[in-house]
Protein backbone atom coordinates (compact mmCIF):
# COMPACT_ATOMS: atom_id res chain seq x y z
CA UNK A 1 0.00 0.00 0.00
CA UNK A 2 2.88 2.46 0.66
CA UNK A 3 4.94 1.48 -2.37
CA UNK A 4 1.64 2.59 -4.72
CA UNK A 5 0.93 5.82 -2.21
CA UNK A 6 4.84 6.71 -2.92
CA UNK A 7 4.10 5.98 -6.43
CA UNK A 8 1.58 8.36 -6.62
CA UNK A 9 2.90 10.71 -5.06
CA UNK A 10 6.03 10.29 -7.43
CA UNK A 11 3.56 10.93 -10.64
CA UNK A 12 1.66 13.89 -9.20
CA UNK A 13 4.95 15.21 -8.69
CA UNK A 14 6.15 14.61 -12.11
CA UNK A 15 3.16 16.06 -14.12
CA UNK A 16 3.19 18.91 -11.35
CA UNK A 17 6.77 19.92 -12.48
CA UNK A 18 5.75 19.07 -16.73
CA UNK A 19 2.89 21.24 -15.94
CA UNK A 20 4.84 24.40 -14.33
CA UNK A 21 7.80 23.87 -17.21
CA UNK A 22 5.11 24.17 -19.84
CA UNK A 23 3.36 27.52 -18.47
CA UNK A 24 6.81 28.87 -17.96
CA UNK A 25 7.71 27.83 -21.49
CA UNK A 26 4.36 29.88 -22.73
CA UNK A 27 5.01 32.73 -20.31
CA UNK A 28 2.82 35.84 -21.49
CA UNK A 29 5.94 38.11 -20.35
CA UNK A 30 7.07 37.39 -23.63
CA UNK A 31 7.08 40.15 -25.97
CA UNK A 32 5.00 40.51 -29.15
CA UNK A 33 8.75 41.68 -30.62
CA UNK A 34 10.41 38.68 -29.25
CA UNK A 35 7.68 36.04 -30.07
CA UNK A 36 7.71 37.26 -33.88
CA UNK A 37 11.58 37.45 -33.75
CA UNK A 38 14.08 35.10 -36.07
CA UNK A 39 17.87 34.37 -35.05
CA UNK A 40 20.45 35.84 -36.59
CA UNK A 41 21.39 32.53 -38.76
CA UNK A 42 17.82 32.26 -40.20
CA UNK A 43 17.32 36.15 -41.01
CA UNK A 44 20.80 36.36 -42.98
CA UNK A 45 19.69 33.33 -44.97
CA UNK A 46 17.28 35.44 -46.96
CA UNK A 47 16.95 38.88 -45.53
CA UNK A 48 14.07 40.31 -47.72
CA UNK A 49 11.99 36.96 -47.18
CA UNK A 50 13.22 37.00 -43.72
CA UNK A 51 11.96 41.13 -42.90
CA UNK A 52 8.54 40.55 -44.66
CA UNK A 53 8.20 37.48 -42.69
CA UNK A 54 8.91 39.72 -39.49
CA UNK A 55 6.65 42.63 -40.28
CA UNK A 56 3.71 40.41 -41.24
CA UNK A 57 3.65 38.24 -37.98
CA UNK A 58 4.12 41.20 -35.97
CA UNK A 59 1.63 43.07 -37.12
CA UNK A 60 -0.69 39.64 -37.43
CA UNK A 61 0.34 39.14 -34.03
CA UNK A 62 -1.07 42.96 -32.83
CA UNK A 63 -4.13 41.90 -34.83
CA UNK A 64 -5.35 39.26 -32.48
CA UNK A 65 -4.76 41.21 -29.68
CA UNK A 66 -7.81 42.94 -30.36
CA UNK A 67 -8.45 46.22 -29.00
CA UNK A 68 -6.32 45.33 -25.65
CA UNK A 69 -4.12 48.80 -25.64
CA UNK A 70 -7.11 51.04 -27.65
CA UNK A 71 -8.47 50.76 -30.91
CA UNK A 72 -7.87 47.50 -32.61
CA UNK A 73 -5.78 47.02 -35.78
CA UNK A 74 -8.08 45.56 -38.55
CA UNK A 75 -5.28 45.12 -41.39
CA UNK A 76 -2.00 46.38 -42.60
CA UNK A 77 -0.31 46.92 -45.65
CA UNK A 78 4.00 46.53 -45.83
CA UNK A 79 5.66 48.55 -48.85
CA UNK A 80 8.84 49.70 -49.76
CA UNK A 81 11.17 47.38 -47.24
CA UNK A 82 14.92 48.62 -47.52
CA UNK A 83 17.23 45.84 -46.38
CA UNK A 84 20.15 47.80 -47.57
CA UNK A 85 21.80 47.96 -43.90
CA UNK A 86 21.86 45.24 -42.32
CA UNK A 87 21.85 47.41 -38.86
CA UNK A 88 18.38 48.47 -39.56
CA UNK A 89 16.06 47.31 -42.09
CA UNK A 90 13.23 49.44 -42.61
CA UNK A 91 9.28 49.36 -44.36
CA UNK A 92 6.95 51.58 -44.61
CA UNK A 93 3.45 50.24 -43.03
CA UNK A 94 0.09 51.70 -43.77
CA UNK A 95 -2.22 50.76 -40.77
CA UNK A 96 -6.46 50.38 -41.10
CA UNK A 97 -8.05 50.92 -37.63
CA UNK A 98 -11.01 50.90 -39.59
CA UNK A 99 -13.47 54.06 -40.93
CA UNK A 100 -13.53 56.09 -37.92
CA UNK A 101 -9.83 57.49 -38.86
CA UNK A 102 -10.22 57.71 -42.34
CA UNK A 103 -6.74 56.50 -44.15
CA UNK A 104 -3.60 57.04 -41.74
CA UNK A 105 -0.03 57.96 -43.39
CA UNK A 106 2.71 55.75 -43.78
CA UNK A 107 4.82 54.86 -40.69
CA UNK A 108 8.36 53.86 -40.58
CA UNK A 109 8.76 50.71 -38.98
CA UNK A 110 12.84 48.81 -38.24
CA UNK A 111 13.48 45.59 -37.41
CA UNK A 112 16.85 45.47 -35.64
CA UNK A 113 18.87 42.89 -33.96
CA UNK A 114 18.56 42.50 -30.13
CA UNK A 115 21.41 39.99 -28.84
CA UNK A 116 20.99 36.84 -31.45
CA UNK A 117 17.90 37.73 -32.99
CA UNK A 118 16.17 40.25 -35.50
CA UNK A 119 12.91 41.93 -34.52
CA UNK A 120 10.66 44.52 -34.73
CA UNK A 121 12.07 47.32 -33.10
CA UNK A 122 8.96 48.76 -30.64
CA UNK A 123 8.03 51.98 -30.60
CA UNK A 124 5.03 54.89 -29.91
CA UNK A 125 3.69 56.41 -32.67
CA UNK A 126 1.10 59.39 -32.49
CA UNK A 127 -0.74 60.52 -35.37
CA UNK A 128 -2.20 64.06 -35.63
CA UNK A 129 -5.32 63.97 -36.57
CA UNK A 130 -6.89 66.38 -35.70
CA UNK A 131 -8.77 68.53 -38.92
CA UNK A 132 -7.82 71.88 -38.05
CA UNK A 133 -4.00 71.40 -37.41
CA UNK A 134 -1.42 72.31 -39.30
CA UNK A 135 0.01 69.23 -38.58
CA UNK A 136 -3.13 67.11 -39.73
CA UNK A 137 -1.86 63.38 -40.47
CA UNK A 138 1.91 63.84 -39.80
CA UNK A 139 3.20 61.17 -37.82
CA UNK A 140 5.72 61.26 -34.69
CA UNK A 141 7.06 58.11 -33.51
CA UNK A 142 9.82 57.45 -30.78
CA UNK A 143 11.83 54.37 -30.31
CA UNK A 144 12.79 56.21 -26.69
CA UNK A 145 10.51 55.06 -23.62
CA UNK A 146 10.21 53.18 -21.11
CA UNK A 147 7.57 50.32 -20.21
CA UNK A 148 7.11 49.41 -16.50
CA UNK A 149 4.24 47.36 -15.72
CA UNK A 150 1.77 50.06 -14.94
CA UNK A 151 2.74 52.60 -17.40
CA UNK A 152 4.70 53.38 -20.17
CA UNK A 153 6.78 56.78 -20.37
CA UNK A 154 7.53 58.08 -23.61
CA UNK A 155 9.92 61.49 -25.05
CA UNK A 156 8.87 62.83 -28.15
Known amino acids: MNKKFASLLVGLLVVLC ?14 IEEKTSLSVNEFRQAPLE ?12 IMKTGDRDGEPLL ?8 ISSPDRIKASVI ?12 IEYSIVQ ?23 KTVKCTPDFVVDKHSITAKF
Not at 75 to 82: A, K, V, W
Not at 95 to 106: R, S, T, V
Not at 116 to 132: A, E, G, L
Request: aromatic residues 14%.
Open 18 to 31: LGISITNAQSPDTS
Open 75 to 82: GFTINNID
Open 50 to 61: SAKYIFNDYFTE
Open 114 to 136: VLDRYQVQKQICSVDMDVRSPNY
Open 95 to 106: LDYGNDFGPLPA
